[in-house]
């Protein structure tokens, strides 16, 4: 190796390990910062609180079953009236849709021609009257007259006779003569009820029919305090509320005036109280129903004939029950749950049967006690088995029913 090999060669490494400290450099911060990041411990988690619910143990008191119907309101009372008497109208004397009273005067006939026949007819009753005191006259001048034989017996019974027939013709005018004034009086058509009467269907001037030929509808009449409310019952409930009258569970409809609650349409809650006042004797064979009729006071007649309204029949005996608010049932595919908390504040769900809604509050048949902790709200929040935080429901205002 010549001398000028030898020089370059301290040379070159010399720049190898310039360069190599250069190269390494980064590398070696890198690692001492992964070093030094790997001396740390990661700060612990805080523990995530149990979810809040509001729970409240289910309300006990008496409640009612009620069966619910769609029924039709109808007048206790509901008259056409018609024309008794032909002739032509004078006058028309109430006002459309306005109250009337039994008796007060609706329309005017024309009873000019019925008082003509009524003159003619007092006419044949006095001519007649007069006839048969003639006869009664003979026939005592035969009597006296056949106690010494002036006349015969044949005579006396001729007089007799006349005098008999001369009684009936009285009669047959006087019958003329009541019949006659009936018609004056009919021309005067009164109201045959009290209630609320219809538009007039004739007006003054034209002519109606009496009953001979067919009489014409003057307007209508119906009373409106009580009414009637019609409703059809389905066979099931028929079945169900016989089978507890035989118990002696629940009394009979046909025997008691059983409670009745109606809601009018567009009402939440029932607004009129009646009682039952009549059960058909069959079924409709149609419908599979059983009609049914109830009376409702309406002293305000806000209730027409014609309306719809809910009506709630009572269903049961008064019995001592469970209740828990409607919002705290939750549906588990075909069952019906709730949500209870038990002593360690782990929820648990249970199966229960619902009953009827009363005032708000869903009757609980079986699945609960009356002291299980019920979650009331927070269902959302609530997981089986999970831990959460109860807190009491707020206390019912004192007005609400116990």
Not at 79 to 89: L, M, P, S, T, W
Request: proline share 5%; hydrophobic share 40%; with cysteine.
């Amino acid at each position: 190796m010549s001398a000028s090999g030898k020089s370059e060669r301290p040379a070159r490494t010399e720049n190898f390990t310039i360069h190599s400290r250069f190269n390494f450099g980064p590398l070696i911060m890198l690692l001492a910062l992964a070093l030094a990041g790997c001396g740390d411990k990661s700060a612990p988690q805080a523990a995530v609180a149990p979810p809040s619910v509001t729970i409240a143990q289910p309300t006990k008191r008496t409640v009612t079953d009620w069966d619910e119907f769609t029924g039709r309101f109808e007048a206790v009372e509901e008259v056409q009236v018609r024309a008794r008497v032909g002739g032509f109208v004078t006058s028309v004397e109430f006002r459309d849709g306005a109250f009337v009273k039994t008796g007060d005067l609706l329309y005017v006939i024309d009873a000019r021609p019925f008082e003509a026949v009524a003159e003619q007819a007092d006419g044949q009753l006095a001519d007649a009257r007069a006839k048969a005191e003639l006869a009664r006259r003979e026939l005592d001048r035969a009597l006296t007259l056949n106690q010494t034989q002036a006349v015969s017996d044949s005579i006396v019974d001729q007089r007799r006779q006349a005098l008999q027939a001369a009684k009936a013709a009285q009669l047959q005018a006087e019958g003329a003569l009541k019949a006659a004034q009936l018609n004056i009086e009919f021309t005067h058509v009164a109201a045959p009820i009290g209630g609320r009467v219809s538009r007039h269907l004739v007006s003054a001037g034209n002519l109606v029919q009496g009953s001979e030929g067919g009489s014409t509808l003057l307007t209508s009449i119906v009373s409106l305090d009580p009414i009637y409310v019609y409703f059809d019952m389905d066979e099931a409930t028929y079945i169900k509320n016989n089978r507890l009258y035989f118990e002696g569970k629940r009394p009979s409809s046909r025997e008691n005036p059983n409670p009745v609650q109606v809601a009018l349409t567009g009402e939440t809650k029932p607004s009129h109280d009646g009682k039952m006042d009549f059960v058909d004797n069959r079924l409709d064979v149609a419908t599979a129903t059983l009609r049914g009729r109830a009376v409702i006071p309406n002293k305000d007649f806000s209730i027409l004939p014609g309306q719809f309204g809910r009506v709630r029949l009572i269903g049961s005996a008064p019995y001592e029950a469970l209740l828990v608010p409607d919002t705290a049932i939750a549906t588990d595919q075909s069952r019906k749950i709730v949500f209870v908390v038990k002593d360690d504040d782990t929820v648990e769900a249970k199966a229960v049967t619902l009953g009827p809604l009363d005032e708000g509050l869903r009757v609980i048949r079986e699945g609960l006690k009356p002291e299980d902790r019920v979650i009331v709200d927070g269902l959302q929040r609530a997981r089986v088995g999970a831990e959460v935080s109860p807190h009491a429901a707020s206390a019912p205002s004192s007005g609400s029913k116990t």
